[in-house]
Nanobody, 126 residues
Framework: QVQLVESGGGLVQAGGSLRLSCAAS????????MGWFRRAPGKEREFVAA????????YYADSVKGRFTISRDNAKNTVYLQMNSLKPEDTAVYYC???????????????????WGQGTQVTVSS
């Protein structure tokens, strides 16, 4: 079992930056592909970014490509989401998620992820 705890959310003006962190418990974090998702008010949860267990490859939603960067530090059992040039439409609860199948290609589909954090609120004011 893996527990995921997000942090780093908050209120920021449009054009600003935030860095989200997701700390994982357990010794198997380094074998999990990790993803970030978000849910805006009144909308479905959507994929944001994913990173391979090794950190060797990443995958982004078109809406955040060039603005957001996903990274990980396996020694610290932590995955990060650096968010720059934030827009009001980035306002959402952000969740990290873990996929236990390290052989799987990075996926934007929430049903392949086995573990989820509780989320952290990001609000971008215009």
């Amino acid at each position: 079992q893996v527990q995921l705890v997000e942090s780093g959310g908050g209120l920021v003006q449009a054009g600003g930056s935030l860095r989200l962190s997701c700390a994982a418990s357990g010794r198997t974090f380094s074998t999990y592909n990790m993803g970030w998702f978000r849910r805006a008010p009144g909308k479905e949860r959507e994929f944001v970014a994913a990173i391979r267990w090794s950190g060797g490859s990443t995958y982004y939603a078109d809406s955040v490509k060039g603005r957001f960067t996903i990274s990980r530090d396996n020694a610290k059992n932590t995955v990060y989401l650096q968010m720059n040039s934030l827009k009001p439409e980035d306002t959402a609860v952000y969740y990290c998620a873990a996929d236990r199948d390290y052989r799987r290609s990075l996926s934007p589909h929430n049903y392949v992820y086995d573990y989820w954090g509780q989320g952290t609120q990001v609000t971008v004011s215009s």
